[in-house]
């Protein structure tokens, strides 16, 4: 059964940094996509950044430049590095795992985890 425990969320000042770390279980995680997402109240889920298997990235326009994502395999183990957090960076933050066996896709999420920025 595939886990993900998300950390690292919590308060910090605008221009403030902070780094996610989403730990995955249950599956081979260097064969797996991840990524994240975010959601703040009263919007739609958003893209953040996700990481492919073979390590091809894309972000969201609003976070490029700004948010850095990585992953180690040998922890099963990835981060979002946020640099210059802003107030609409405000937002749950859910770490995602997509698995694709052929034409069958599976996608596992997190608990999430917040993250406030606010002075």
């Known amino acids: 059964q595939v886990q993900l425990v998300e950390s690292g969320g919590g308060l910090v000042q605008p221009g403030g940094s902070l780094r996610l770390s989403c730990a995955a279980s249950?599956?081979?995680?260097?064969?797996?996509?991840m990524g994240w997402y975010r959601q703040a109240p009263g919007k739609a889920r958003e893209l953040v950044a996700v990481?492919?298997?073979?390590?091809?990235?894309n972000y969201g326009d609003s976070v490029k430049g700004r948010f850095t994502i990585s992953r180690d395999n040998a922890k099963n183990t990835v981060y979002l590095q946020m640099n210059s957090l802003q107030p609409e960076d405000t937002a749950a933050y859910y770490c995602?795992?997509?698995?694709?066996?052929?034409?069958?896709?599976?996608?596992?999420w997190g608990q999430g985890t917040q993250v406030t920025v606010s002075s």
């Open positions: 249950g599956s081979i995680f260097s064969l797996v996509h």
């Open positions: 990481i492919t298997d073979g390590g091809r990235i």
């Open positions: 995602n795992e997509v698995t694709v066996i052929g034409a069958v896709r599976a996608d596992y």
